[in-house]
């Protein structure tokens, strides 16, 4: 049976193996995200808002085959994906409890779209500007929240940006669209951006 002091050995010699994988643990943390944090750049914002169509084009299935009490039967050609908005998402960090950008990522973020609304290919069209926020507060406080910071930008495009402020619309959804968890910082962060929805 081991003693108390090769007891002693054997916790000193993990020690530095726990401290090795909590350091790691952190790093896979940080590094997972900073690649959720992609910037979308002017080019990718033209790429999916622009175009003739307001809309994404439907997905078309083949055949489908469906089985139930009767057996197996074939149906035609169907729509599965009804035409939606072409809209692209990105992420602006703001200061806590505030509409005031955060860092430079957000602002650099912002110079991208405001270059997007103010080329060419995307004049003359309309667009909502919708904020969501994480599930963090009650409804009522998130859906002013997201309002508030869709508004902060629609202001930052129209004071830096040759764009047409009557283009675009605000609408806060706060935090009933969330495009991921929200029990840690990770999700949380996801959930808290701004989506450009292409209208008309």
């Known amino acids: 049976m081991p003693s108390a002091t090769q007891h002693r050995r054997r916790r000193l010699a993990a020690l530095p193996l726990a401290c090795l994988l909590g350091l790691l643990a952190g790093l896979l943390w940080a590094a997972s995200a900073l690649a959720q944090e992609q910037m979308v750049p ?7 808002l622009g175009g003739k169509e307001p809309a994404a084009t439907p997905t078309r299935l083949g055949k489908v085959r469906l089985r139930g009490p009767a057996g197996v039967k074939s149906t035609g050609d169907q729509l599965e994906q009804p035409a939606r908005p072409k809209e692209v998402a990105i992420l602006i960090h703001f200061r806590y409890d505030s509409t005031e950008l955060a860092d430079e990522f957000s602002r650099q973020q912002l110079r991208e779209a405001g270059a997007a609304f103010s080329s060419n290919e995307l004049r003359g069209l309309a667009f909502e500007i919708g ?19 869709a ?9 830096g940006y040759k764009v047409d402020c009557g283009a675009f619309e605000v609408k806060g959804y706060g935090m009933s669209e969330p ?20 209208l008309r």
């Open 179 to 198: 495009v991921a968890g929200n029990d840690d910082e990770v999700g949380r962060s996801l959930n808290r951006r701004v989506v450009f929805k292409r």
């Open 131 to 149: 904020g969501h926020t994480d599930a963090q507060g009650s409804e009522a406080y998130n859906l002013e929240l997201s309002r508030r910071r």
């Open 151 to 159: 508004q902060a930008v629609k202001d930052a495009l129209c004071r």
């Open 42 to 48: 002017k080019e990718e914002l033209i790429r999916q």
